[in-house]
């Protein structure tokens, strides 16, 4: 045997796979209220601390806590309740959709709602959005209806992508929440690419977009940091950690060395690590973050450590690659039994309301399906003209593609 | 020989080719542990281990950029992308690098990686889970592009792919995975198992990169056509009743222009059918090709069936999808004209 050292290939390895005890051990967790709050405008390399630490403002009494507290009044902490309630019974309604062959694909963000409820909140209506497939949060914090949502996951006649998207890749111009993509990052660069153009314009508005821990390895996501820090664009780049990426487990991004907020240092932008089901920790960073782009301090990116708590999609069985129970052992909880239970401790809630609240969102979710319905599903009329197949390539319909519109009417007319 | 569907025997020709050559290795975004999304790379990890099967993180540009590093190394990478829609951040090192090593170091450094993808529409992906995109390769000088039609040429194909010298596209038309697929979508899918093409040999042999098959002969026409579509084209003409002479070509580039070509001359009618959008589509290549080869002999226009030129959408899938009916209009519009 060699006492010479070679080179070996180092394979990252999940902590538990199925059969296995979850172990979590490695995610490094900060005490509630532990993490300074530097001044928005703080330079960088002074608040480099804030990529290795967790920001945390529930205690484990459930007591917001430390400096962090975004001190948000009861009513609202209800209202983030209510959309992440909401967004949760939506998710699982058209879940069970799916499986009843009314849609053919969907995507839950269970276990992850805090993100899309809290970071919105912490944004202005005039702040542009740009999502993932996990972020129908957004939609409902903003205030789209359910319908609209419905619709475009049927590709019936009121769809706004007129049947020409996947399930779940939907956008809303009023609401300033851009399209989605099937390929996975490109939206991050092109919100740096938004919030340069407010900057440009001089604008108060800033931009935000988020990418899953296994979309950080796509080029994108490097050209979106770079950008966002050579031109100081009032963007808040986030990473929702969610530990998996279909079957791949974050440290295969990259997440094994350092974690990903650390990445924000190495372009020169601060990087901030914050528990992503901790509703308040996440609404006051979301808070920080919009403070320093609207004051010409730049870019921030932001990791949110959650779960994923749910399949991949309706496409994935994930009881073959990680332990079944998983979920349940996650160090960080459920962010809505966290935040109730905040509500419940200011004496501000309790399980009547919260039973009510549950029974008003199911009501308001089983009305939108009935009406969302009646505008068609893909089995069953009213159904979109396929005339309109032709329409939005350009913007004036070529004489191709009028040709084939022609032919494709014949095709049909024939039995 | 064995049953095998179009996965298994996709599968069948890495774990031969991986038994054969410790050179070879897979990689891709969840091929490893969870052995593919489409369960194409099932089982090879275990069998082979976790240096020759690797999950890679979600970056197309890195994965074919790192095999095309290895192959430099005298490995033989076999790169999944997970759907041919995301090849395209991979584009510039397979376009600018893979496809020009051999001719820029005067044929000193070669890297003979194999990238496989699954192709095509049927399985409701939408605009981003169902396009056909082998024409952008074809273009591509030094890059050889595949597509099988069946189980048994996508065994013998992958595994000529492995052991070329050069880099070869692989697509995989996903709607063939399971079964074949007449581009009926009401009618239920058959198994690869009552087909004589399912029927695959389970060691080592070679379908030739390069060379297209006559799978129907006949006098009347010719149909050149390659995927899904040679199932959909041998349906219409079974169902008109035609005497056609179907041609897989089951290698986009380079292509076997002498078996087009004495096929036309015999029939003097053709068409030309793929699933990719018609527009600068390779079909467009063929009917060149055949215009120049074939003029004298042709008897009636020749007539193209593709996708429209538009997006693949996710509601209109088979009315985007050429189906039988468009095929045989073509078929009959040929015959018709004189
Ligand atoms: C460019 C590109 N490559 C691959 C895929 C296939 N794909 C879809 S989702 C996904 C996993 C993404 O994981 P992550 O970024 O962690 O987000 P999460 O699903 O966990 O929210 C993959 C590989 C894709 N959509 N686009």
Redesign the pocket.
């Known amino acids: 045997m060699s006492s010479i050292p070679r080179s070996r290939l180092h394979v990252p390895r999940p902590p538990a796979r199925p059969g296995e005890a979850p172990d979590f051990s490695y995610v490094v967790l900060s005490p509630a209220g532990a993490v300074e709050r530097p001044d928005p405008n703080a330079p960088t390399s002074q608040i480099e601390y804030l990529a290795d630490s967790m920001v945390r403002v529930l205690d484990d009494d459930h007591r917001a806590v430390g400096p962090w507290n975004p001190h948000l009044a009861p009513s609202d902490l209800e209202l983030g309740l209510r959309h992440m309630l909401l967004t949760r019974i939506f998710d699982d309604r058209m879940h069970r959709a799916q499986r009843q062959g009314k849609i053919t694909f969907y995507i839950k963000s269970t276990g992850e709602e805090a993100v899309s409820v809290a970071q919105c909140m912490a944004l202005r209506p005039g702040d542009m959005l740009f999502p993932?497939y996990?972020n129908q949060g957004l939609h409902i914090t903003r205030g789209r209806k359910l319908v609209d949502l419905m619709c475009q996951l049927l590709s019936n006649t009121r769809d706004m992508c007129k049947g020409r998207q996947l399930p779940v890749m939907y956008h809303w111009r009023e609401g300033r929440l851009f399209s989605i993509s099937?390929?996975?990052a490109t939206q991050f660069p092109q919100a740096v690419g938004w919030a340069m153009a407010a900057a440009i314009k001089n604008e108060d508005h800033v931009a935000a977009s988020w990418?899953?821990?296994?979309?950080t390895a796509?080029a994108d996501f490097h050209n979106a940091l770079l950008f966002a820090e050579v031109y100081k664009a009032p963007v808040i780049l986030n990473v929702?950690n969610?530990q998996?990426?279909?079957s791949t487990f974050q440290t295969f991004a990259g997440g094994e060395q350092r974690c990903f907020a650390a990445r924000g240092p190495g372009y020169g932008l601060p990087g901030i690590r914050v528990d992503g089901n901790d509703f308040l920790a996440v609404y006051a960073v979301t808070q920080w973050a919009a403070a320093r782009a609207r004051t010409g301090a730049g870019p921030t990116l932001i990791e949110l450590v959650t779960y994923?708590a749910a399949p991949?999609s309706t496409s994935d069985d994930p009881s073959r690659y990680r332990p079944k129970d998983d979920w349940e052992h996650w160090p960080l909880g459920d962010p809505i039994e966290r935040l109730k239970s905040h509500l419940i401790a200011l004496d501000a809630w309790s399980e009547e309301r919260e039973s009510l609240l549950i029974r008003q969102c199911e009501e308001e979710v089983a009305a939108a399906w009935r009406e969302a319905t009646t505008y068609g599903t893909l089995s069953d009329g009213p159904q979109l003209d396929p005339d309109t197949m032709f329409d939005d390539v350009l913007k004036e319909r070529t004489s191709n593609l009028e040709r084939q519109r022609r032919q494709l009417a014949q095709e049909r007319a024939k039995p | 020989m064995s049953h095998m569907n179009m996965i298994q025997a996709l599968n069948s020709a890495m774990d031969v080719m991986m038994a054969r050559d410790p050179g070879v290795v897979v990689l891709g975004?969840d091929v490893g542990y969870f052995g593919g999304v489409f369960r194409t790379t099932d089982g090879l990890q275990r069998k082979y281990g976790e240096h020759r099967v690797l999950d890679t993180p979600?970056t197309?540009g890195g994965i074919v950029a790192a095999a095309i590093g290895m192959a430099v190394n005298g490995l033989r990478p076999v790169a999944e992308i997970?759907?041919a829609d995301?090849i395209y951040?991979a584009y510039d090192q397979i376009v600018s690098e893979l496809a020009r090593i051999r001719y820029r170091t005067g044929g000193e450094f070669a890297a003979p990686v194999t990238i496989r993808t699954p192709c095509g529409g049927g399985i409701r992906g939408g605009q981003t889970h169902s396009q056909s995109p082998e024409a952008l390769f074809a273009h591509i000088c030094g890059l050889k592009v595949v597509m099988p039609s069946n189980p048994y040429d996508a065994k013998g194909l992958l595994i000529s792919a492995i052991e070329d010298e050069d880099p070869v596209v692989f697509f995989e038309p996903k709607r063939l995975y399971n079964g074949p697929f007449d581009g009926d979508p009401d009618k239920p899918a058959t198994a690869w198992s009552s087909h004589p093409r399912g029927n695959v040999p389970e060691g080592h042999y070679r379908v030739p990169i390069g060379l297209a098959e006559i799978i129907r002969p006949g006098g009347q026409v010719t149909i050149v056509t390659y995927g899904t579509m040679v199932h959909v084209c041998l349906a219409s003409a079974r169902g008109l009743g035609v005497d056609a002479e179907i041609i897989d070509l089951r290698t986009i580039a380079p292509l076997d222009v002498e078996t087009i070509a004495a096929s036309v001359k015999k029939t003097g009618r053709c068409i030309v059918a793929h699933e990719a959008t018609r527009f600068a589509g390779f079909g467009a290549e063929i009917l060149a090709s055949i215009q120049e080869d074939c003029f004298w002999h042709l008897e009636a226009p020749i007539q193209r069936v593709a996708g429209w030129d538009t997006p693949y959408p996710h509601a209109f899938e088979w009315e985007y999808f050429p189906g039988q009916a468009r095929v045989s209009a073509a078929i009959k519009a040929t015959l018709e004209a004189s």
């Open positions: 993932s996990r099937g390929n996975l990418v899953g821990d296994g979309s796509e929702v969610n998996w990426a279909i994923r991949h | 975004e979600i197309e997970q759907f995301y951040p």
